[in-house]
């Protein structure tokens, strides 16, 4: 396949974050020529500390509403973007590119998509502060630090899983997690994607071995759901990732293979999914 024209990225975070977690990428691909923006979900625009101290604007969010955000974000691009998006927010390329966006799109440990059934008890273990209450549904419910670290950070020492934890982390918005955990029973679910859509942009899932939270099988299984197009479909796996895969040490790497296969994308390994 030739080589993308498109010299904008999009950045999308997900639960437990904000864009302050991309910081990193931006720099780097903002010094290598490309522009970059890194939309927080609606309602996310401020600071860290702000949202710790009210998260108001977290209770009120849905599926919907953020995929819808994003898109007339990319809409009044010049052109279409790369759209890079970790766990929910790699849950968002996929409904993005299947609306029509994008050039190309990386999906970094993406949570499910409606059909993808695979539950790992690690998965269980890193929700249950959320799910576990029904009342949680439209409240914005944080982790503790040692929740993080076993959700985000399990390849770090504790002091290292604290120092991400505080200049990262708020509250998630429990009913999108809530919308994924019931994306397969759910008949009007806005977690549905056409995995036939012969139309949609090339999609790249990336994987870390040590995730926790989506862990690499759930990722193979997602990808795998997309055999029956002709739309370019591919994964790669990370064998010493966790799912802080955007910080982590080493993440120097996972940025520029994500850009490098965005520009040029091809069938990691020889084989598509």
């Known amino acids: ?27 780097r691909y903002t010094a290598a020529g490309y522009h970059v923006i890194a939309p927080a979900w609606p309602g996310l625009e401020g600071e860290v500390d702000a949202l710790r101290g009210d998260p108001t604007p977290l209770t009120r969010l849905d599926v919907t509403m953020i995929v819808d955000h994003y ?40 949570s499910p998509v409606r059909g993808v059934r695979r539950l790992p008890f690690s998965t269980l273990r890193v929700t249950a502060p959320v799910l576990r209450n029904p009342a949680n549904r439209h409240k914005a419910v944080p982790l503790t630090p ?10 770090l020492s504790k002091a290292e899983s604290r120092t991400v934890y505080d200049r990262y982390h708020v509250p998630a918005a429990a009913n999108v997690l809530f919308q994924g955990a019931l994306a397969n029973v759910a008949p009007k679910t ?3 994607v056409d995995f036939t859509n012969v139309n949609r942009a090339p999609l790249l899932f990336l994987a870390g071995g040590k995730d926790h939270v989506i862990p690499a099988a759930v990722n193979r299984e997602n990808a795998r759901k997309y055999r029956r197009t002709s739309a370019l479909t591919a994964y790669r796996e990370f064998p010493d990732r966790s799912h802080y ?15 490098n296969w965005a520009l040029n994308p091809t069938v990691v390994g020889g084989t598509r999914t």
């Open 245 to 259: 895969t955007v910080g982590q040490p080493g993440w120097e790497e996972i940025a520029d293979y994500a850009l």
């Open 190 to 192: 806005p977690l549905r």
């Open 71 to 110: 898109e007339r974000i990319i809409r009044d691009l010049d052109r279409p973007p790369m759209i890079i998006g970790h766990s929910f927010g790699g849950t968002f390329v996929q409904l993005l590119l299947d609306r029509g966006l994008g050039a190309a799109g990386v999906a970094l440990a993406p």
């Open 146 to 155: 040692d929740q993080f670290r076993y959700a985000f950070c399990n390849t």
């Open 1 to 27: 396949m030739s080589e993308l024209t498109s010299d904008t990225i999009v950045l999308i975070h997900g639960l437990w974050m904000t864009p302050r977690s991309w910081e990193h990428w931006v720099e």
